[in-house]
Structures are given as structure tokens and as C-alpha cells.
């Protein structure tokens, strides 16, 4: 009697590879590259306040900050997978509810795009870390960076387009996009993989780390450096297409500028080589006076918009070249044997920076024009400046220890880093 087998790979699903992630990176990418210039339009468009619009991006963002502290805790009790495709359905439920248009329409669907980033996030990560050797991770990295470009450069200018052509069109390419990221996810098959099981042992509480987080002077000033990039993240994605509405320079200027901003990670590995030629804390202090200068100057030049909008853009490439080099002063400073909990203490810049911009920009507009952010945002940027001056003079050159690749942050902001400042881009 002939004996029918079961084909292997529906027994035994194969390990992810590195495209694989890379993949799954693009497709959210595109979800969130196509949000992260629509929303503040929409939010603004809703209330028509921009003291207002800071009001509920506080409040989102201490709700994506309590998402991220949750997420570990659920872990406990549901499969990674489940959890990764609640975050996935989250995005999806955010953006078709955003179609209504109705102020609280959006903001709920920008409170549910938020937490959905920080989950799958924080889901990704670890399941990179599970399947992905540590030799491959840097090889890891530089895929999702490439294979998430597009999405990221495209994206933005995209959103404001279709947000003019047909507003329900932007929220629906995102829904598409998550929902086929999903797909994807579900093919991988992840959540069969022998490493995601229960662990024998509660997790590490980051929280109980605090004390020696901030016994350590390198420590605490490697995170103010990414707190302050990613704030200037959030004045630029966030404020910039508002001030362009009120100026009268459109709705689509936003998403334009964001674009030709993103498109600058396409120089990454040269700004790579900048800063192995001159040092890291070369490459971080001219980044922050640059990006502070530029900021500050569009400030000051609020009047003539055209100049104040070039000059934010031109502030925003060096907010790349602190993407690239202004993690590494923390990376650097951590002990081996603290990695993981260090790690978890860094991570907690983003929701961090989602809280104190919008907190900020909130009291600013009591008192000052809009453009007056920009001159917070560029007083935070040089006083990081003056802050790294504390920096070792040859870090990172030959003869330190190795140099890691850090993870762009503005590529996750959605308004959050540009991409993760936000959190629903």
C-alpha cells in the first residue's frame, strides 16, 4: 500500500531569512510611510487648532508609551504571534476608522496606528533576534533599511496626493499594506518556531535598572542625545505641514519636504564614512549645532516661509546624520553584561520624545506663534551640542571597541524618528 507523505515544508516551516524580514519591514514601511504625512493634515484639518492637535498627540503618546510597557507583560500570557497580529489588526482598524474624517474618528485611528507600531515593533525585534544569527544581524539591518526606503521615500509625498485626489484613498493603501504585511507574517509561520516558547524565568523589569541607568553620567546623556533627535523628528513631521497650511504654501508641501527628506538615506553609507573618518563625536556634534542652527534660523525667518521651510529641510538632513552616529555613544557606554536591560531602558526614547514635543509645543502655542516650536525645537538641539562636548574625543576610531550599526530612528517615528515619532507613521 502506497504511503502518502507529507511534504516537508508543510511539516516543518522554514527558518525566516533575512529577506524575509526585510520583506515584512517593507510592507509596513509603506503603511506607515503613506500615514505619517496624512495624519497631522487630518488632525488639523479636524480641529483646527494646532495648540489642540499638541493636546491629543500628548495624550496619544502616553498611550503608545503604556503600550510599549504592556506588550512585554502580554507576552507572558499570549504567543508573540498573537500578539504581533493584534498589533497588525490594530493598524488595519485604525486606518479604515481614520476614513470617517470626524475628529474623533481620527483620533482614534491615529491612538490605534500608535499602539500598533510599538507592538509589532517590539514583536519584530524579537523575533529577529530568534532567527537571525548574530553575525547576520548587521547584514539584517541594512536590508530593512534598503527594502524599507521606497516606502519611506515615496510614502509621504503619496499620502498628501491621494489625501487631495480622494480622501478615503491614503487610509485604505495603509489598510491594504498592513493587512498584507499580516499576510506575510502569517506565511513565515513564526510563531511554530521552537524558539518562541514560554519562558522559565519572569522577565527582566527594566524599571528595576533605573538606578544604574542613571549612575552612569555616559548612560544618561547617550539617551538625551536620541530624546532630542527624535524630538527634532517630531517638530519636522509633525509642525512643519501645519505651519505650511497656515502660511499658505498647501496642504501637500508637508509630505513633499518629508520625502526629499527621507530620500537622503539613500547618502547613509557615505555619512557612514564621514564618521569613521573624523569620529562619532565629531559626526554627533556636527549634527545637532547644524540641525540647531538650521532650526533656529527658520525660527527666526517665520516671516518669509519658502526660506523657513528650506531651512527645516536642510536641518533635517543632519537629523539623518544623528540617525546614524548619536546612538552609538550609548551603545558604546553599555557593559556587556547589562545589554539587554540597558537596551530596554534606551528604547524608551521614542515614547519619551512623543510625550515631551507635543507636551512642549502645547505650552509654546499658549504664549507664541507656531513657528516659535521651531525655536524650541532648535534650543533642545543645541543644548545636546553642548552636551556632547563631554563626548571622548576618539570615540569610535581605530583602536575603541567595535562600532555597531544603529537603527535609524527617524525611519520608525512616525511622526514617530521621521517615521517613529508619531507612531502611526
Known amino acids: 500500500m502506497?504511503?502518502?507523505r507529507i511534504p516537508e515544508w508543510l511539516r516543518h516551516a522554514p527558518a525566516p531569512s533575512v529577506r524575509g524580514f526585510a520583506m515584512l519591514a517593507a510592507a509596513e514601511a509603506v503603511a506607515r510611510g503613506i500615514l505619517i504625512s496624512v495624519f497631522p493634515l487630518r488632525m488639523y484639518q479636524a480641529l483646527q487648532d494646532a495648540a489642540l492637535v499638541s493636546q491629543v498627540y500628548f495624550l496619544i503618546g502616553i498611550a503608545s508609551l503604556l503600550t510599549g510597557l504592556l506588550v512585554p507583560f502580554l507576552a507572558r500570557f499570549l504567543p508573540r504571534r498573537w500578539v504581533y497580529v493584534s498589533g497588525a489588526c490594530c493598524f488595519i482598524a485604525g486606518s479604515l476608522l481614520a476614513i470617517d474624517g470626524s475628529a474623533m474618528a481620527t483620533i482614534?485611528?491615529?491612538t490605534l496606528t500608535s499602539a500598533a507600531t510599538?507592538?509589532?515593533f517590539v514583536c519584530f525585534n524579537a523575533y529577529v533576534l530568534d532567527y537571525i544569527a548574530k553575525i547576520e544581524l548587521g547584514r539584517c539591518e541594512t536590508s530593512r533599511m534598503f527594502y524599507s526606503a521606497a516606502g519611506w521615500t515615496v510614502g509621504p509625498v503619496l499620502g498628501v496626493v491621494l489625501l487631495k485626489w480622494w480622501e478615503p484613498a491614503p487610509f485604505l493603501v495603509a489598510a491594504v499594506a498592513s493587512s498584507t504585511m499580516l499576510l506575510m507574517f502569517?506565511?513565515?509561520r513564526m510563531g511554530n518556531g521552537k524558539l518562541i516558547t514560554k519562558s522559565r524565568r519572569a522577565p527582566t523589569n527594566p524599571l528595576g535598572f533605573l538606578p544604574r541607568f542613571f549612575a552612569q553620567p555616559r548612560l544618561v546623556a547617550g539617551w538625551l542625545f536620541a530624546v532630542i533627535r527624535s524630538c527634532g523628528w517630531w517638530v519636522y513631521v509633525v509642525y512643519l505641514p501645519i505651519f505650511a497650511i497656515q502660511s499658505g504654501l498647501g496642504e501637500q508641501l508637508g509630505g513633499i519636504a518629508l520625502s526629499i527628506s527621507n530620500a537622503a538615506l539613500f547618502v547613509t553609507p557615505f555619512m557612514l564614512r564621514f564618521m569613521q573618518r573624523f569620529s562619532i563625536r565629531h559626526a554627533v556634534r556636527t549634527g545637532f549645532l547644524m540641525s540647531g542652527l538650521l532650526f533656529g534660523v527658520a525660527a527666526l525667518l517665520s516671516g518669509l516661509p519658502w526660506l523657513t521651510v528650506l531651512c527645516l529641510m536642510s536641518g533635517s538632513f543632519f537629523l539623518i546624520l544623528l540617525d546614524v552616529s548619536a546612538g552609538l555613544p550609548f551603545l558604546l557606554a553599555v557593559k556587556p553584561s547589562e545589554r539587554t536591560e540597558m537596551s530596554a531602558v534606551y528604547s524608551?526614547?521614542?515614547d519619551v520624545s512623543g510625550i515631551l514635543t507635543p507636551g512642549v509645543a502645547w505650552l509654546v502655542l499658549l504664549v507664541a506663534p507656531l513657528a516659535a516650536i521651531f525655536g524650541a525645537g532648535a534650543t533642545a538641539l543645541v543644548g545636546a551640542w553642548a552636551l556632547s562636548s563631554k563626548l571622548?574625543?576618539?570615540?569610535?576610531?581605530?583602536?575603541?571597541r567595535p562600532v555597531p550599526l544603529p537603527e535609524p530612528a527617524h525611519t520608525d517615528?512616525?511622526?514617530?524618528?521621521a517615521k517613529e515619532a508619531t507612531g502611526s507613521a
Open 186 to 188: 502569517l506565511a513565515m
Open 348 to 350: 524608551s526614547f521614542r
Open 2 to 4: 502506497h504511503e502518502r
Open 108 to 110: 482614534i485611528g491615529l
Open 392 to 400: 571622548p574625543t576618539r570615540l569610535g576610531k581605530t583602536g575603541s
Open 118 to 120: 510599538v507592538t509589532t
Open 413 to 417: 517615528m512616525v511622526p514617530p524618528s
